[in-house]
Nanobody, 124 residues
Framework: QVQLVESGGGLVQAGGSLRLSCAAS????????MGWFRQAPGKEREFVAA????????YYADSVKGRFTISRDNAKKMVYLQMNSLKPEDTAVYYC?????????????????WGQGTQVTVSS
């Protein structure tokens, strides 16, 4: 069983930055691919970024490429999402997810564990 707890959300002006963190429990965290997803009001949850078990491969949604960076620290059982040049359309609840495979995927249903989410609001 894996538990995920997100933190770092908040209110920021357009053009600003935030760093989201995801703390994981479980002995096998280092063998899991991890992802970040987001869900805006009235919209479906969508893929944001993902990272392989060792951080060697990363993937991003086109909408955040060049602005967001996903990283992980297996020793600390942490995953991060650095968000720069934030836009109002980035406003959403951001979720951390774990996939019990080594390789990441942008497909939501392929993830096995989910956090409760953290709210990010970007004002114009």
């Amino acid at each position: 069983q894996v538990q995920l707890v997100e933190s770092g959300g908040g209110l920021v002006q357009a053009g600003g930055s935030l760093r989201l963190s995801c703390a994981a429990s479980g002995r096998t965290f280092s063998t899991y691919a991890m992802g970040w997803f987001r869900q805006a009001p009235g919209k479906e949850r969508e893929f944001v970024a993902a990272i392989s078990w060792n951080g060697g491969n990363t993937y991003y949604a086109d909408s955040v490429k060049g602005r967001f960076t996903i990283s992980r620290d297996n020793a600390k059982k942490m995953v991060y999402l650095q968000m720069n040049s934030l836009k109002p359309e980035d406003t959403a609840v951001y979720y951390c997810a774990a996939r019990t495979r080594l390789s990441p995927t942008p497909i939501l249903r392929e993830y096995d564990y989910w956090g409760q989410g953290t709210q990010v609001t970007v004002s114009s």
